[in-house]
């Protein structure tokens, strides 16, 4: 039934002013009492699943964009990322919910669907499946193809609420960040909710292997190899891989060049709800 009101949904276009987007493999977690956000949000998730955990006490709140790389790993970075906020232990229960995914001919969803719910079900922790809108419940079907409904939603912090959603703005750093995941990198978290600062970095990543063969291929081959379900696509992401390659081919080893001193790139929502790049603190 949640499922149901969920896709039913129009999509909200959301905009930049507290707003922080979380790309593929990333993981974001604040609480109501947060200045700077309140909003966390991801899209483009085709066979990815965009997971939201909520503890009801003290609003807690985790959103994180997984692919399936290591679930087994990322589920407890999830539930961990919740408990580190130290009122956890009041009154109020884990509630989680689960969005994307379809029902895509490699069964890539299907899989990443029954990984999170059987990790989730090995924590100790009560944990309440609150929203299931995954794979076939979020799947449909066109001229015999497939596709998902639901392609990103956001959460708001200050009421709980989740929904349908789209982003313009996917900053700051969006590619340095794509350029992390497509490179192989982990789940990472990248806000500091004491601090309310975006941290980015310092990452490190091997040249991306054959980066200029698949440069030169045209965009139906990048389509059907650099993507986990081709037909499904949203239209940028040809030119958004391009972008991410070009990227790492212009930083094969982004120590030195992304991250001066070896140190995080800071970010910080100034009054107008946008992010702002701050001097990193001396070393």
Excluded at 146 to 163: L, S
Excluded at 215 to 239: G, M, R, Y
Excluded at 259 to 277: C, I, M, R, S
């Amino acid at each position: 039934e949640r499922a149901r009101l969920l896709r039913g949904q129009s999509v909200q276009q959301v905009g930049p002013q507290g707003l922080l987007y979380v790309q593929q493999r990333e993981l974001a977690v604040t609480s109501p009492k947060d200045g700077s956000i309140s909003i966390l949000g991801s899209d483009d998730a085709t066979t990815c699943h965009i997971v939201v955990l909520r503890h009801t006490g003290n609003g807690a709140t985790c959103l994180t964009h997984c692919d399936g790389t290591d679930t087994k790993a990322e589920v407890p970075l999830i539930m961990n990322s919740i408990k580190s906020f130290s009122d956890h232990a009041q009154c109020g229960r884990l509630e989680v919910h689960l969005v994307g995914g379809f029902s895509d001919d490699r069964q890539l969803s299907q899989k990443l669907t029954h990984q999170l719910l059987s990790e989730f079900d090995r924590q100790e922790d009560d944990i309440h499946l609150v929203t299931l809108c995954v794979t076939e419940l979020n799947d449909r079907e066109e001229n015999e193809n497939h596709f998902p409904v639901i392609y990103g939603i956001a959460v708001n912090i200050k009421t709980a609420e989740i929904y349908r959603a789209s982003f313009q703005d996917r900053g700051p750093e969006e590619q340095l960040r794509a350029a992390r995941t497509l490179a192989g990198g982990p789940m990472i978290s990248i806000y500091d909710a004491e601090t309310e600062q975006l941290r980015i970095g310092p990452y490190s990543w091997t040249p991306f292997p054959h980066v200029d063969f698949w440069l030169h291929q045209d965009d139906k081959q990048i389509l059907e190899n650099l993507s986990t379900s081709p037909l499904a696509e949203p239209p940028h992401f040809v030119e958004h891989i391009r972008s991410t390659l070009m990227f790492l081919k212009k930083h094969p080893s982004p120590a030195n060049t992304l991250f001066p001193g070896n140190k995080a790139l800071l970010y910080k929502k100034n009054e107008d709800g946008l992010w702002e790049k701050i001097s990193s603190p001396g070393s």
